[in-house]
Structure formats: structure tokens, C-alpha cells
């Protein structure tokens, strides 16, 4: 009966630093995804850069090319970013999408001004989307920590 009695002893005490070590390395996992995604701000404002210093060149076919070949290239890296949860490559995915969204919508529309491409309402609903995204990662680095 002793050792029936330490061997579950051991098995939970296994189990339990196991689980802990666990818990920890997914709310790494989540905390890094988190971390990443500094990365999708600063590639918006690298594009509202671009965007500006593109639509003033004198030979403007020549600029679209060359703007839209700066979209493919920050788009290129997003999907290059190493994310580590199923959640943070959601929001990777969507915030593609919606970077992809605005490029296009920038070439279509040459020339307006940038802060009304970011008022369309096509744009505006995949950045509410993205907080549904967003908020699902968040949801999901709580449930590991409780």
C-alpha cells in the first residue's frame, strides 16, 4: 500500500511541475506573439511613408510600380514574422489581409490622401475584425494563466 501511495505521490508531483512548465512556456508563446505585432504598426507607418514620398514623383506609372513592389516587400516580411501560437498567426493572417486591403485601395486611388484610405469603410471593417482577432489571442494567454 506504501508504495502504491509514492508512486501516485510521485505521478502528481510529475504532473504538476510538468503542467507548470507548461503554462509558463505558453504564456511565453502568447507574450512573444504579443511582442511581434509592433511590428504590423510600424509596417503602417512605414506604408503611409512610402505613400506620401511615392505620390509626389514626377513619373507616377513608375511610382505605383514601385509602390506597390514596397507593399509586396512589407507584406513579405509580415508572413516571414515567426509566431508561435495558432492565435497569433489568425492575426497575422488578418492583418495580411487588411495590409493587402489597403495597398490595393492606395493604387486604385492614387493620389487621395492617406488618412481618407484609412477612413474607408471597407478598411474600418477589417480593422474591427482585427480586434476580434486580437482579443481572441488575449483571451487565450488569460486561459493559460488561470
Known sequence: MKKVSIVIMIIITIFALTG??????????????QQVF???????SDLQDNYGYYKNQ?????AIADFQEE???????M???????????????H??????????????????????AIADEGYQELVEKGYDYSND????KEEVRS
Do not use: P
Open 20 to 33: 507548470c512548465k507548461n503554462t509558463e512556456e505558453m504564456e511565453s508563446k502568447y507574450t512573444h506573439d
Open 38 to 44: 509592433g511590428y504590423f504598426q510600424r509596417a503602417e
Open 58 to 62: 514626377e513619373n507616377q506609372d513608375l
Open 71 to 77: 507593399c509586396q516587400n512589407l507584406i513579405k516580411d
Open 79 to 93: 508572413n516571414a514574422l515567426e509566431l508561435q501560437t495558432e492565435e497569433g498567426k489568425a492575426v497575422r493572417k
Open 95 to 116: 492583418k495580411v489581409e487588411q495590409f493587402a486591403y489597403l495597398c490595393n485601395y492606395l493604387i486604385e486611388n492614387w493620389g487621395m490622401i492617406f488618412s481618407d
Open 137 to 140: 489571442l488575449n483571451k487565450a
